[in-house]
């Protein structure tokens, strides 16, 4: 089977959500689509709302991995202490380490996130890190030689 599964964030304002991102986080290939008339009416959305501030659905990606949001039309933006995403880089690309390495000190140098745990070596021979964004959202970037992981051979 071909599949895949994407992270589908919900935002109070998704719109400056992504804005958030491609700041901070250096998202690209960013798009959004405002709900029509129709999906409107089918998500309660009153009357007379502005549509062209509201996000139906979006997605930008991060360090070549792919993101979805839209708004939270039900109001739970609640984020969870059980997930946390996973930026997973193989170190052994030297151009996939670097951008590694600058992404995090990015994030440092903007002083828009919370710093868990540094981005450093680990025992395992890759580096680790951790940090939470202004949305409450648990990330972990790490990289490490994939050749030599279980996770990254083909089955």
């Known amino acids: 089977m071909q599949s895949q599964i994407y992270p589908y964030l919900a935002f109070k304002n998704a719109k400056e959500a992504l804005k958030y991102y491609q700041e901070v986080f250096g998202a690209t290939e960013i798009y959004r689509l405002s709900p029509q008339p129709q999906q409107a009416e089918q998500f309660d959305i009153p009357e007379g709302t502005d549509l062209d501030n509201l996000t139906m659905h979006a997605g930008f990606t991060i360090l070549g991995m792919k993101l979805e949001c ?3 039309f039900n109001g739970d933006t609640n984020p969870s202490e059980q997930v946390s995403l996973l930026l997973d880089i193989n170190n052994e690309d030297p151009e996939s380490a670097q951008a590694a390495d600058e992404f995090y000190e990015h994030l440092v140098q903007s002083k828009q996130v919370t710093i868990n745990m540094p981005f450093a070596e680990q025992f395992w021979g890759g580096k680790m890190g951790s940090f939470t964004d202004k949305y409450g959202i648990n990330w ?7 050749s030599q992981s279980q996770d990254h051979q083909t089955k």
Do not use: E, G, N
Not at 140 to 146: A, F, G, N, Q, V
């Open 70 to 72: 839209a708004d939270a």
């Open 140 to 146: 972990m970037l790490h990289t490490s030689p994939w």
